[in-house]
């Protein structure tokens, strides 16, 4: 179980934060503060929409910036070598609705940072991710999810 303020990370994801911690710090900062630069070249701020746009982009550039540095200071890197044929963190899964014989579906089981449906990762808080947390290819597990429960059979886990 991951401490309160621990970010459970593939080393995959962790690359990735740090590409965007360094996009921002070395790319969009530098914009935005060239636009106050420019916007403040206008003359009076009280009405200037430009330098307006351009605190609000240092605000939201700026906050995210220590939401990734707060991220990446506290990441912890999901140990991606699994026991074979058991889900874990980093595992990529297939599975199969037990009540739908030909519905399959694969997964990979991250963090919750890294979650994304989009791209079929998904968190191991998640009801299908944390009901096959440590299962076997073969077993079938009960998910309880927000709209029921349902089974899914673990078909296959590399």
Known sequence: MPKKDECLLTSEGFLKLEEELNHLKLVERPKV?????????????????????????????EGRIKELEYMLDHAKIIDEK?????????????????????????????????????????????????????KKVGEIVNVESPNGSYAVKVLSVS
Do not use: M, W
């Not at 503060?33 to 550039?61: F, H, T, V």
């Not at 026991?83 to 009540?99: P, R, W």
């Open 33 to 61: 503060i060239e636009a106050l630069k420019d916007a403040r070249a206008q003359g009076d701020l009280s009405e200037n929409a430009d330098y307006d746009a351009a605190r609000n982009d240092q605000a939201e550039i």
């Open 82 to 134: 699994k026991e074979e044929g058991v889900v874990g963190l980093g595992s990529t899964v297939k599975i199969a609705y037990v009540d739908d014989d030909d519905d399959e579906e694969e997964y990979k089981i991250v963090g919750s940072l890294e979650a994304n449906p989009f791209e079929n990762k998904i968190s191991n808080e998640s009801p299908i991710g944390n009901a096959i947390l440590g």
